[in-house]
């Protein structure tokens, strides 16, 4: 520490006392002297030094110290010194202790999610079942039609003991994407040359167990489907649908149960995510990280282990000439092609209306077989 002073010309005997005592007082390492037109009545004479921090105390300041005493006035001068010293000390003390503080905040809040996560996956994982599908395929080019049958799994979220069950309509009917991602290409007078049809439906439990189902609602503008198995009587696993209340923010943690198909041996997966936006509108809906919103059909919680909605497409409806752009441009990337289909996180809200009308519709009636 050092004390220097523009005083040197004039200090009287009581300042130079002053000068050693306070040097072997304050425990200083020297006095230094500064020049004369430095030691003014209006600028600082005397300035201790700590690293960055120092005090003044001007000339006359100092002579009225010295009229006074040394151990008083000095002791109120060192004091700030020791006071700086000491926070400054402190908040190197302090800062690893913050950055722990927040490091520990944030660990407990993955930890938090992650149990979560794992207790609902473990609870609700019967209820994230496979459907499986025998689908129609008629193309129609150049004025010569083909029919393809083919079979396809998709994941579905069973939502009343009874086994109503919801999917995304896009994946139940594949060609739904393609129009949208055509648009207006082919011309809003012709026809799309693809269109599919349901022949056979069955929901695929967790213990392998397959069960006949049919399609009993399905609506396109909201990308709900709809299936219920042929036997009422039939208990299954459901997750409970209540509404959530709570808007969700930007940034939100949430995460996603769902399933691998046959390839993985249809094992639960359990996804982390979060929100990314925040779409609002006569029915509000969000936009979640990729790794999460590819889960469709399976429903998505917050860290809390509360229902959150159901993972589905948003798709637009008219292109004014665009889609022919967002078709090219989907599989390279373009925002074109995003633009023309997303995947969103549609609130449960919605689902909890949507399957009111889905238990109140009939049950298709088999055909009859027919002559053989």
Same mark, same amino acid.
């Given at each position: !520490?050092?004390? %220097?002073?523009?005083?040197?010309?004039?200090?009287?005997?009581?300042?130079?006392?002053?000068? %050693?005592? &306070?040097?072997?007082?304050?425990? &200083?390492?020297? &006095?230094? +002297?500064?020049?004369?037109?430095?030691?003014?009545?209006?600028?600082?004479?005397?300035?201790?030094? *700590?690293? *960055?921090?120092?005090? #003044?105390? =001007?000339?006359?300041?100092?002579?009225?110290?010295?009229?006074?005493?040394?151990?008083?006035?000095?002791?109120?001068?060192?004091?700030?010194?020791?006071?700086?010293?000491?926070?400054?000390?402190?908040?190197?003390?302090? #800062?690893?202790?913050?950055?722990?503080?927040?490091?520990?905040?944030?660990?407990?809040?993955?930890?938090?999610?992650?149990? =979560?996560?794992?207790?609902?996956?473990?609870?609700?994982?019967?209820?994230?079942?496979?459907?499986?599908?025998?689908? %129609?395929?008629?193309?129609?080019?150049?004025?010569?039609?083909?029919?393809?049958?083919?079979?396809?799994?998709?994941?579905?979220?069973?939502? $009343?003991?009874?086994?109503?069950?919801?999917?995304?309509?896009?994946?139940?009917? +594949?060609?739904?994407?393609?129009?949208?991602?055509?648009?207006?290409?082919?011309?809003?007078?012709?026809?799309?040359?693809? /269109?599919?049809?349901?022949?056979?439906?069955?929901?695929?439990?967790?213990?392998?167990? /397959?069960? /006949?189902?049919?399609?009993?609602?399905?609506?396109?503008?909201? $990308?709900? #489907?709809?299936?219920?198995?042929?036997?009422?009587?039939?208990?299954?696993?459901?997750?409970?649908?209540?509404?959530?209340?709570?808007?969700?923010?930007?940034?939100?943690?949430?995460?996603?149960?769902?399933?691998?198909?046959?390839?993985?041996?249809?094992?639960?997966?359990?996804?982390?995510? =979060?929100?990314?936006?925040?779409?609002?509108?006569?029915?509000?809906?969000?936009?979640?990280?990729?790794?999460?919103?590819?889960?469709?059909? *399976?429903?998505?919680?917050?860290? #809390?282990?509360?229902?959150?909605? @159901?993972?589905?497409?948003?798709?637009?409806?008219?292109?004014?000439?665009?889609?022919?752009? =967002?078709?090219?441009? !989907?599989?390279?990337?373009?925002?074109?092609?995003?633009?023309?289909?997303?995947? @969103? &996180?549609?609130?449960?809200?919605?689902?909890?209306?949507?399957?009111?009308?889905?238990?109140?519709? %009939?049950? +298709?009636?088999?055909?009859?077989?027919? +002559?053989?």
């Amino acid at each position: !520490m050092i004390l %220097k002073t523009g005083v040197s010309h004039r200090a009287t005997e009581t300042t130079e006392a002053a000068h %050693k005592e &306070l040097i072997s007082s304050q425990g &200083l390492e020297k &006095l230094l +002297p500064v020049g004369e037109d430095e030691a003014s009545e209006n600028r600082p004479a005397f300035h201790f030094l *700590c690293g *960055c921090d120092s005090v #003044a105390i =001007s000339t006359a300041g100092f002579r009225r110290m010295a009229g006074r005493g040394m151990s008083a006035p000095f002791l109120v001068a060192g004091e700030p010194i020791r006071m700086r010293r000491e926070m400054k000390n402190y908040r190197w003390r302090v #800062a690893p202790i913050v950055v722990l503080c927040l490091f520990s905040s944030f660990s407990a809040w993955a930890g938090d999610i992650r149990e =979560s996560a794992r207790v609902v996956a473990e609870r609700s994982r019967r209820a994230v079942v496979t459907i499986r599908l025998v689908i %129609k395929l008629k193309q129609n080019y150049m004025g010569r039609s083909t029919d393809q049958e083919h079979q396809l799994e998709v994941n579905g979220t069973v939502i $009343d003991p009874f086994g109503l069950t919801v999917t995304a309509a896009s994946l139940i009917d +594949p060609t739904s994407v393609l129009k949208t991602l055509m648009g207006s290409t082919l011309g809003a007078t012709k026809p799309f040359p693809l /269109e599919s049809e349901v022949k056979q439906t069955a929901i695929l439990l967790e213990d392998g167990t /397959e069960v /006949e189902a049919d399609v009993v609602l399905k609506d396109s503008d909201l $990308d709900m #489907a709809f299936i219920r198995p042929h036997e009422p009587s039939r208990q299954f696993d459901a997750v409970a649908l209540k509404p959530h209340g709570v808007a969700l923010r930007p940034l939100d943690p949430i995460f996603v149960i769902g399933r691998l198909g046959k390839i993985g041996n249809r094992a639960t997966t359990v996804t982390l995510g =979060s929100v990314k936006a925040v779409v609002k509108g006569p029915r509000t809906f969000y936009v979640c990280d990729n790794e999460a919103s590819l889960n469709l059909g *399976c429903v998505a919680y917050d860290s #809390a282990g509360e229902l959150l909605g @159901i993972f589905l497409t948003k798709q637009r409806q008219e292109f004014g000439g665009e889609a022919g752009v =967002s078709f090219l441009t !989907m599989f390279m990337g373009g925002a074109a092609g995003r633009d023309a289909v997303i995947p @969103i &996180l549609r609130p449960v809200e919605d689902i909890i209306e949507i399957a009111e009308q889905a238990r109140k519709a %009939k049950l +298709p009636q088999a055909k009859e077989p027919g +002559p053989k």
